[in-house]
């Protein structure tokens, strides 16, 4: 199999893409600011663009183009390749993002969500290489999962991803945005972090959260909870250990229902892994009689911000030579 495959990454602020060869080879890699509020139209373009830059770039200029992967940020309809209404795209509702790629590249494209896509990429190139049966978390201002049962993406009824990230923890827990009582991202995600250390930040004035953030108790994100925790700010350090422990309680749930060898953990509070990494260590080794949980495998990404553009290269590839895997 020859040719070239474009991966994307399409998010809030940024479009990324990379040019892959079929065995994984990243050929180049680019991005710009997608500037979503100008519209889709626009947005598009400047897709088309930069992928055609990538394009001219590679090595392989001339080649075939195989197909365009795309990860975005959701809602998205994998199956007929829509941009559903996303809140961080405003005026991106009903977008066929399939139809106007295959229409310009006169190439195949395919759309998914970008939890699902990067997941994929770590089964590809990265942390999850040829695991059979693979579970991927985020863990950032939210909490993504995807399931990866021989580098398909496991879908739910009418396509649906499931969302892990809602499940109920505890329901006298805080009001998600969802609309329930104590989700796993209400609990656990860095904007549970950050909320839970400015609203504790009262009872306990000493900390060093304040002087990290510059004063500015709004200021105040995950990543400086986690660095105070580091220094060892008792604030930080009761803030992050009380998620640690919901976030191992939800991971738990997942291991029940799919127990899969290997459970992938990314997204920006992963820098920090060592803070939750002994809450999770406590899980596997208490998680169960019935199932031999101390063998699970937690690993931490490896492909960082170019997961996305991996896993979309990877999904169109599946899809348009689904007989030529892994070569
Ligand atoms: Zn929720």
Redesign the pocket.
Known sequence: MSGILIGVDLGATMVRAGAFTPGGEMLAVDQVEIEARRGPEQGFQRLCNLVENLLSQTALHGERLLGVGVGSTGPVDALTGVIVNPGTLPGWEAVPLVAWLEKYFSAPAFLDNDAAVAALGEYWMGAGRGVARLYAVTLGTGIGTSCVIDGQTYRGAGGFHP?G??Q?IDPGGPL?????HG????LASGTAIARNARAALVKHPDSILLRLAEGDPGRIDARIVAEAALQGDSLARGVIGRAAEYFALGLFNLLMLFFPEVIVLSGGVMHSSELFMPALGRMLQNATPYLPTSQVDIRLAQLGYYSGIYGAAYAIMRRVSPHDLGS
């Open positions: 969302e990230g809602h109920v998600c945005y969802c609309g329930a989700c796993w991202e209400s």
